[in-house]
T-cell receptor, first 117, second 109 residues
Framework: GAVVSQHPSRVICKSGTSVKIECRSLDFQATTMFWYRQFPKKSLMLMATSNEGSKATYEQGVEKDKFLINHASLTLSTLTVTSAHPEDSSFYIC?????????????FGNGTRLTVT | GQNIDQPTEMTATEGAIVQINCTYQTSGFNGLFWYQQHAGEAPTFLSYNVLDGLEEKGRFSSFLSRSKGYSYLLLKELQMKDSASYLCAAIDSNYQLIWGAGTKLIIKP
């Protein structure tokens, strides 16, 4: 079945540094990928929609200069958390649909647990 | 505003049946997903409903009533591995996914 691979699974970084998270679709092409953030016991929050070959679409309240998204190929999207601060500590998850229809379920990567010290 | 409501936590016994409810208020509706999420892991797809009625998949079934803005996930013959959070997500008229906060299901022996 469709697999979305996300790396790294865990990362600890110091405040002020940047962290890059990769999301790959392993056996299908994903023109669109979605980046979510999840706080403990909270709902998934869509941060941005990553579009291959064009600029990402950010949700209201998400700083595009802080959360840089690059979707350079049909199988890879990256999220870079720039100048990370402790409040950026969270669980980041990417996802993609195999088919183009809205009824196609999202396949999620395994998530990245980011801790900023 | 758009909203998804589901219970925060439920407890059930191994081998029993449990029903997790979800009510939604969205601008338009294009279907509803149920996902399972184990602690520290990403969600995995369980079901999709867009028409009224019951969809059965093995031990898991999902029901939808569009007129009532209501869905439920039914889990039968509960196993310890079913301990997880169950997320309800509705698709609005803009084809955006609106996520519930999830129901944490605790299975006791």
């Amino acid at each position: 079945g469709a697999v979305v691979s996300q790396h790294p699974s865990r990362v600890i970084c110091k405040s002020g540094t940047s962290v890059k998270i990769e999301c790959r679709s392993l056996d299908f092409q994903a023109t669109t990928m979605f980046w979510y953030r999840q706080f403990p016991k909270k709902s998934l929050m869509l941060m941005a929609t990553s579009n291959e070959g064009s600029k990402a679409t950010y949700e209201q309240g998400v700083e595009k200069d802080k959360f840089l998204i690059n979707h350079a190929s049909l199988t890879l999207s990256t999220l870079t958390v720039t100048s990370a601060h402790p409040e950026d500590s969270s669980f980041y998850i990417c996802s993609a649909r195999v088919g183009g229809e809205i009824a196609s379920p999202l396949h999620f990567g395994n998530g990245t647990r980011l801790t900023v010290t | 505003g758009q909203n998804i409501d589901q219970p925060t936590e439920m407890t059930a016994t191994e081998g029993a049946i449990v029903q997790i409810n979800c009510t939604y208020q969205t601008s338009g509706f294009n279907g509803l997903f149920w996902y399972q999420q184990h602690a520290g892991e990403a969600p995995t797809f369980l079901s999709y409903n867009v028409l009224d009625g019951l969809e059965e998949k093995g031990r898991f079934s999902s029901f939808l009533s569009r007129s009532k803005g209501y869905s439920y996930l039914l889990l039968k013959e509960l196993q310890m591995k079913d301990s997880a959070s169950y997320l309800c997500a509705a698709i609005d008229s803009n084809y955006q996914l609106i996520w519930g906060a999830g129901t944490k299901l605790i299975i006791k022996p």
